[in-house]
Every structure is written in structure tokens, then in C-alpha cells.
């Protein structure tokens, strides 16, 4: 079906960008249209303008120096994918992009369209969860800074306003120091042109990866598709915390995101089988990151 | 607002047109300046068959807006060949049986080629993750990757060397 009709506007700049929303009744950002433009031939979104941010050059840059790693909003995924300073400081958000559709699609999805679009079984929402990523956000009044904690509200429904764009995301690095840490993004999908049933991302952090017995400081797993919004479980991480990695740990953190998860029931995929997938993709996205940990 | 006089250089051949807003690149390169190579399949960004170059880079045509591809060079499956001589992809597809009916086929070429563009000697692991999103009804496959590997020997492991993309 064809879209409902629009009026489109193609700003240069982030400041005219932000103006347009301000100005403009029923607008709405336009990224990589990977999303929007099926929602919108379907008719299941039908905005009056679109405001195109493909021209934002000043959206598009990735940095990572001692204590944060910036990622702009309109990095491509094929960009998050093959870089080279994300695959070094923070290898979960590349290992996470590689798993979005096929490479078509990832030439034109964008960070902070994933992001905008609030979709509790997106990659990038789950990668932010698990390594507390603060969102970064600009309307024609100002910039403001929200948690990805709190950003998530439900599923397709975020703390954005109309007339706010993402601008970004910046990613703490003091905990993930790359010689001691070890991080990963698994999937669990039918075809690859799907969209997960569930993903989990994991990160590690030991004292030593020499030691015979290195004691792992601090865990992260977050879920995706668990839940109405990316599932951070905490409790999960905190079974594993201060001690060995031991099989009773990790089976312990399972059960935990078990009970954590509330997730919604699909064609194929019971609430009973997403719960048992939940536990074994915690155990198995925290052992793999803490091989990687240790290697 | 709703109208744009917009500029597509497909193919090589620059062409002007008035499009909707609204109106699909895939729409717009089918309907109202005859390439009727990329398919619509689902436009949804699932199938592929809509495939084509924006500027060299692989495209689901029905997600792109056609206002969006104004002052882009496009190409389209019919823009391989050079010369009346079939690009190394086309030659590879025949001889591999790399389709059937054909509605995926000038996607799956167009993405093998963005694919081959910058690599030279895949595996067929990687090329079965590059035609990832391209759905085929009638192979199975098997041929496809077969003609994409035959393709890049043809392109002696360089793949931006020969053909007629961009
Ligand atoms: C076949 C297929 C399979 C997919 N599988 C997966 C998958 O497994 N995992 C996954 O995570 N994703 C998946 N996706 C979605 C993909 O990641 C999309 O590209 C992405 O979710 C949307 O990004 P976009 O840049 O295309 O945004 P658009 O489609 O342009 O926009 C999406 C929404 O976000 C808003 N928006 C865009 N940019 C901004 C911004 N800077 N600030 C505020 N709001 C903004 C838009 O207004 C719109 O509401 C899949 C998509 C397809 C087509
Ligand atoms: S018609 Fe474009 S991907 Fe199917
Ligand atoms: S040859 Fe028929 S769909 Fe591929």
C-alpha cells in the first residue's frame, strides 16, 4: 500500500532540524526508514510532515577516549558494524549491529533510529540497558541527558518528546576495561531476516584473567523481547559478583531472569518457552563473556 | 510541499520527474521512468527483489523515498551490462541456474554486487550472510551462492575491478 500523504522537509542542519519540529504539527524524524517507511506503508503510522535527518553530517561520528565512547544517532548500523574503535572499547555494540536484518538494511538503519523506534527487541535498546548508556537528547529549547533506564517506557513508547531528536549516546568506559573484560551479544532468531525471539547481551569484568581462579567484579546481562522494555536483571548480575565464575552461579542467574522476564507471547514462541529461553541465554551470554574475559 | 522536481542520474542517464512525497524510489524507477528490474516484492525491507545502488551502496528500493534519492546516481540491474556485454554477476547467474522464475534475481545481483565490491575472495559463509535479506521462492539457494562464487573468480578476487556498477 502507499503511504497516506506527506509534506517532507530535508533541514541541513541539526539546529533547522529541531526548529521544524518545533514548528511543524504531527511531525516526524526520519532516519534509515528501515522501520518507519513499514509502518507507514501499511498505514500504521501516517504523519503530516517528515523531517528527514539524513543530511545531519554532525549526527554521524563515533569517539571514544578514556572514560566514555560517544556514538552519534545517525551512525549507520553497517558503520556500528565494521568499527574499528567500538570493536576495541566496547565489542558487544559492533557484535550487536552485525545481528540487525541483512547488510541492505543495515547500510540504511541507524543507531538512533533503533533507539527512537522503542522496540523492546531492538539490539541497540538491549546493548544500552546492559552497559548504562546515558541518551542524549535536543530539542529548539535545549539538550538534556537520559539513562537508558529510564528511557524505555514500554514497548514503542520512549521518554521522547515530539519535538526532540536523539542526538546520540555516550557509553561509560570505566567499567569495560578491554584487557579485563569480556562481552558479548547472542540472538536467538529464526531467520536472520527476523526479529529475535530473545537476545541477551553480557559483559564480565575479572581482577585478573591470568589467575587461576579469576573473580569476577561486576556482571551485566540485559534481555531482549523479555519484557515490555529492553530487561536489564540485575539480580542475575549480582549472583555472579565477587566470586569465581561457578556452575551454581551461573545456574542461579538463570533462574532469576526466569522469574525476571515478562514477556509477551508470540506465534511461536510460548511465555513458558521465552522464560526457558531467558534462563539459558543468561547463563550463556554471561559464560561467553566471561571466556572472552579470561582469554 | 507535497511535489518535488527532483533529478535521478540512473544508469548514467540523468532524468528529471515530479514525484509525491510519498512516492517510493522503487515507484519511481518502475512507474514513471520505465526500470522495471527491481521488483516489489513486499515493500517492507524483507524480501530484497527492489534492490538497487544509491550512490554504490545496495538499497531496498521501497525504502527509500524518491524525493531522498534527488541528485543520487542509481543503479538499477539493467545498468550492468556495459557495452551489450553481461557483467561477470549476470554471466554467472546463467551458468550457475542461479534463478528461476527470476522476480528475485536483479535484487540478489544487486546486492551480490555491492557485496563483491569489497570482497575479494569470499567464502560461502559470507556470501550466504550477504544475500541474507534477499528471498528467493524457487532455488533453494544453493545455485545462487554457487554464481556469486563464480562470479567473483570471474572478477579475479577483485571485485570493484570489473563490471559496470556505479
Ligand atoms: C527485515 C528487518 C529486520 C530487522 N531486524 C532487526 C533486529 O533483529 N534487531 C533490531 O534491533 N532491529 C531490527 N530491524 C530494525 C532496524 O534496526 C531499523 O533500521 C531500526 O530499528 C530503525 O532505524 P532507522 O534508522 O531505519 O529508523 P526509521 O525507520 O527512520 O525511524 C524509526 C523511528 O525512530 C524515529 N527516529 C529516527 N531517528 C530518530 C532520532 N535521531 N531521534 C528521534 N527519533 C528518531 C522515527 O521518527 C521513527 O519513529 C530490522 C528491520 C528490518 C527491515
Ligand atoms: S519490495 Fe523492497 S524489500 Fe521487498
Ligand atoms: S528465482 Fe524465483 S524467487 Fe528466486
Redesign the interface.
Known amino acids: ?10 533541514p541541513s542542519s541539526l539546529a533547522e532540524a529541531l526548529e521544524l519540529l518545533a514548528d511543524l504539527p504531527d511531525a516526524e524524524p526520519l532516519a ?3 522501520s518507519l ?2 509502518l ?3 498505514r500504521l503510522a501516517s504523519p503530516d510532515h ?1 523531517v ?1 535527518i ?1 543530511d545531519l553530517a554532525e549526527l554521524s561520528y563515533v569517539a571514544a577516549d578514556g572514560q566514555s565512547v560517544e556514538v552519534g544517532a545517525l551512525v549507520r548500523h553497517r558503520e556500528v558494524e565494521r568499527s574499528g574503535t567500538l570493536a576495541d572499547a566496547l565489542p558487544l555494540f559492533p557484535e550487536a549491529a552485525g545481528k540487525i ?5 543495515r ?2 538503519g541507524t543507531v538512533g533510529g533503533s533507539l527512537g523506534e522503542g522496540d523492546p527487541a531492538g539490539n541497540y535498546p538491549c546493548v544500552a540497558a546492559a552497559l548504562d548508556a546515558d541518551l542524549e537528547l535536543a530539542s529548539a529549547d535545549g539538550s538534556r541527558t537520559v539513562p537508558a533506564e529510564d528511557f524505555f517506557i514500554a514497548t514503542m513508547f520512549t521518554d521522547r518528546e515530539e519535538d526532540e531528536l536523539i542526538t546520540g549516546l555516550a557509553i561509560p568506559r570505566e567499567p569495560f576495561p578491554p584487557a579485563r573484560t569480556g562481552q558479548t551479544f547472542l540472538a536467538v532468531k529464526e531467520a ?2 527476523t526479529w529475535p525471539t530473545l537476545s541477551a547481551a553480557g559483559a564480565v569484568r575479572v581482577d585478573d584473567p591470568a589467575a587461576d581462579e579469576p573473580v569476577v567484579e561486576e556482571a551485566r546481562v540485559a534481555l531482549a523481547n523479555a519484557a515490555e522494555v529492553p530487561l536489564r536483571v540485575r539480580e542475575a548480575e549480582s549472583e555472579l559478583a565477587g566470586e569465581p565464575l561457578t556452575d551454581a552461579a551461573l545456574a542461579a542467574a538463570g533462574e532469576t531472569a526466569y522469574e525476571a522476564v515478562d514477556p509477551e507471547e508470540e506465534l511461536h514462541a510460548d511465555e513458558t518457552y521465552k522464560r526457558e529461553l531467558a534462563r539459558e541465554y543468561t547463563k550463556r551470554a554471561l559464560t561467553t563473556a566471561h571466556d572472552r574475559a579470561v582469554a | 510541499m507535497a511535489e518535488h522536481d527532483i533529478t535521478l542520474t540512473v544508469n548514467g542517464n540523468e532524468q528529471e520527474l515530479t514525484v509525491e512525497s510519498r512516492t517510493l524510489l522503487v515507484h519511481a524507477l518502475r512507474d514513471e521512468l520505465g526500470y522495471t528490474g527491481p521488483n516489489v516484492g513486499c515493500e517492507s525491507s524483507m524480501c530484497g527483489a527492489c534492490t538497487v545502488h544509491v550512490d554504490g551502496k545496495a538499497v531496498k528500493s521501497c525504502t527509500m523515498l524518491a524525493v531522498q534519492a534527488d541528485g543520487t546516481d542509481v543503479t538499477t540491474v539493467e545498468g550492468l551490462d556495459q557495452d551489450g556485454e553481461f557483467h561477470p554477476i549476470q554471466e554467472a547467474f546463467q551458468e550457475e541456474h542461479g534463478l528461476q522464475c527470476g522476480y528475485c534475481t536483479p535484487g540478489m545481483m544487486m546486492t551480490a554486487v555491492d557485496f563483491l565490491d569489497d570482497h575479494d575472495d569470499p567464502g560461502r559463509e559470507e556470501i550466504r550472510e550477504a544475500l541474507e535479506g534477499n528471498l528467493c521462492r524457487c532455488t533453494g539457494y544453493q545455485n545462487i551462492v554457487n554464481a556469486v562464487e563464480t562470479a567473483s573468480n570471474k572478477m579475479g578476487g577483485s571485485g570493484a575491478a570489473a563490471g559496470g556498477d556505479d
Open positions: 500500500m502507499k503511504p497516506a500523504p506527506f509534506e517532507y522537509h530535508r534509515g526508514n528501515q517507511s513499514i507507514m506503508s501499511n517528515l528527514d539524513n536484518a541483512g547488510p541492505v538494511v547500510n540504511r536472520a531476516q
